[in-house]
């Protein structure tokens, strides 16, 4: 049984610029909650990376699991300046940097991370190997949308199940596959 929680105020107007813009693919709200708990682990003086960040749906979920914390740096990359030019509009706290690119690109020239969470194409579908080389020992892994029923339609099928079975079987990591909510792969980099 799953309790109804409110969303957090930073995850609420991120859903609105969401409505605004017509950006239907936020982050769901379980992805979110799971994204809150994750960034909360973070170690001290840590670094977080979203690959896709849409309308803010993901950084904000991960500003709310840092509470007070403001130790940890926080990056999100997309490619649409639209997209990027609202969520900058934002009230973001001073570690978070909304950076316009390609997420394979940034993952890979900014490593390591102790977080990533991977939810665009660039950096999951292509670059994957930049991704798991960007996370640091004992980071943990984040892939989302990766239910085959969302992505009957839109050419990924193949693609995401490449994704699937390289971060499964990836010697370096250790991972799970979660079939619930948008479909969430896991993974901790491990460190030995």
Known sequence: MTEAFEEPELVIRARQRADELGFAIS???????LLAVLAAAVPPKGRIIELGTGSGVGVAWLVH??????DVRVTSVDTDTRLLDAVHDGEWPEYVE???GDGATVVRERAPFDLIFADAPSG???GLEHTVAALAPGGVLVVDDMDP???ADDGLLDAIATVRRLVMTDPRLQ???LAWSSGIIMATRRTA
Not at 27 to 33: I, L, M, N, Q, W
Not at 65 to 70: I, K, M, P, Y
Request: charged share 30%; aromatic share 0%.
């Open 65 to 70: 699991g840092l509470g007070a914390r403001a």
């Open 98 to 100: 909304l950076v316009e």
């Open 27 to 33: 982050s769901a709200p379980g992805v979110g909650r």
């Open 149 to 151: 029923d969302l992505h």
């Open 124 to 126: 999951k579908v292509d």
């Open 175 to 177: 991972a799970v596959d």
